[in-house]
């Protein structure tokens, strides 16, 4: 009896902690991206909590970033499109459609149109791709599809024209914004002016030279 009754409460026990990863795995969320970074800022959330921030990482929901003096940040929100400019000394942490000051200096806030912010929900894995240095095979390689061009790749066009005449010099919002739907559509070939003008724009951003370096890769490849 005694055997079953610990089996029992063993069983009990390992129930009660897979439920208790499975919430905190739920409550784990990406809420945003970093789409500018200038100086050295820290983030993370419990024993991570110093990890070095990069440009166009994911946010997640309960991330605490801390910039020190000087330091710049910009956040995208995807939930509506809210952006946020932080400038150091500063201590933030990021909820599900907004940032919790915490303490120093408070953000600039903006909006992005209606359709950029989940548009721009996948330049992280592009990124992280670039970074990795793609996987590109033979007949992968860059092109541009045959027929009418979608109304969304119209669309985009127009609004990047928008979104750029309104944007400071240093900020590749558009640029990302655009390659995104450039690369969903398989407009590889159209990827290659944005990404050099994100290189102009912030030529010593390391994310920024990756992700240039894999659309010539991707243009280059074996057709």
Known sequence: ???????????????????????????????GLVNQLAGRV????GANANMTAQAFMKVRQGDRFVLPAYASLRLVYFRNGRQES???PATLRAGLQGSELISGNPPTVSALPASVPQKM??????????????????GGGAS?????VPAEVE????????????ASHEDVTPELYLISVLHEHGYID??????????KRQPETPEVRELAKWVQMRIRSPR
Do not use: F, T
């Open 144 to 148: 541009r599809p045959s027929g009418p």
């Open 42 to 45: 820290s983030y993370g959330a």
């Open 121 to 138: 929900a996948r330049i992280p894995d592009l990124v992280q791709g670039a970074r990795l240095g793609g996987v590109v095979v033979r």
């Open 190 to 199: 159209d990827m290659a002016p944005m990404a050099e003008e994100m290189l």
């Open 86 to 88: 932080w400038l150091g």
């Open 155 to 166: 669309q985009a066009k127009g609004m990047y024209k928008a979104m750029r005449a309104q």
């Open 1 to 31: 009896m005694r055997v079953m009754k610990k089996l029992w409460m063993c069983l009990a026990l390992c129930q009660i902690l897979a439920g208790s990863a499975a919430a905190l795995a739920q409550d784990v969320v990406d809420v």
